[in-house]
C-alpha cells in the first residue's frame, strides 16, 4: 500500500538533480555565451519552465570551482555591476568531455533503464510486459535522437508533429486505463 509519508520523506531526501549536473549545464550555457550567475539561474529556470531554479549557493561556489580550476575566466563586463563567467580553452575541452561522456551514458541508457523499468514493473504477472519496455526504450531514444536533431536543424513543424503525436499516445494510454479502470468497477 502507498505511504504518503514515506514517499514525501524519500523524496525530501533523495537529489533532483543528478551530482554532477548543474556542473554540465553550466558548461553548456558557457559554451553558449559568458553568462553572469544570476543570467545562469534565471536561464535554467526558463528551460525547466519554473520546475528547477537552482540556489546561488549552488551556482556561485561551483563557478569560483571553475575558475580555480582554470575552466572558466572572467569576461568583459556587459551589463554594469555584473561578473561574466566565460569558458577557457581548458574549459571547452572539458565541456567536450562532457558531451563524450553524455553520449556514453545515452547508449549504456537501456541497461540503467530496464534496472528501474523492472524494479517498478515486476509486479505485473505477464511476458508482455518485457514488449511494453522495449517500446519504451524506442520512444525514448527516439526523443533523444529528436532533441539531437533539432539542434543541428531547428523546426516548429517538427515540434508540432511531435507534440501530437506524444498527446495522442497519452490519450491513448488515458483511454486503456479507464477502460481498466471499468473493468474493476464491473467486477
Excluded at 83 to 100: C, N, P, V
Excluded at 117 to 130: A, G, Q, T, V, Y
Aim: no cysteine.
Amino acid at each position: 500500500m502507498f505511504n504518503a509519508s514515506t514517499f514525501r520523506h524519500w523524496v525530501r531526501h533523495t537529489a533532483i538533480v543528478p551530482k554532477g549536473f548543474l556542473r554540465f549545464y553550466i558548461l553548456k550555457l558557457l559554451h553558449e555565451k559568458p553568462m553572469s550567475g544570476s543570467d545562469i539561474i534565471q536561464t535554467i529556470e526558463e528551460r525547466t519552465s519554473g520546475k528547477w531554479r537552482p540556489s546561488p549557493g549552488s551556482i556561485y561556489p561551483l563557478i569560483s570551482w571553475l575558475q580555480e580550476h582554470g575552466y572558466v575566466e572572467e569576461a568583459p563586463e556587459i551589463e554594469v555591476g555584473k561578473k561574466y563567467s566565460a569558458l577557457t580553452k581548458k574549459g571547452e575541452s572539458f565541456f567536450k568531455e562532457h558531451l563524450r561522456w553524455k553520449q556514453q551514458l545515452y547508449e549504456r541508457f537501456g541497461s540503467f533503464t530496464t534496472f528501474f523499468f523492472e524494479l517498478f514493473w515486476n509486479d505485473i504477472p505477464s511476458k508482455k510486459i518485457s514488449e511494453l519496455y522495449r517500446a519504451r526504450v524506442k520512444l525514448m531514444k527516439a526523443m533523444w535522437n529528436l532533441r539531437e536533431a533539432l539542434k543541428s536543424k531547428f523546426s516548429e513543424n517538427a515540434i508540432n508533429r511531435t507534440v501530437s503525436v506524444l498527446e495522442g499516445a497519452a490519450n491513448n494510454i488515458e483511454e486503456i486505463i479507464k477502460s481498466l479502470k471499468g473493468m474493476d468497477e464491473e467486477d
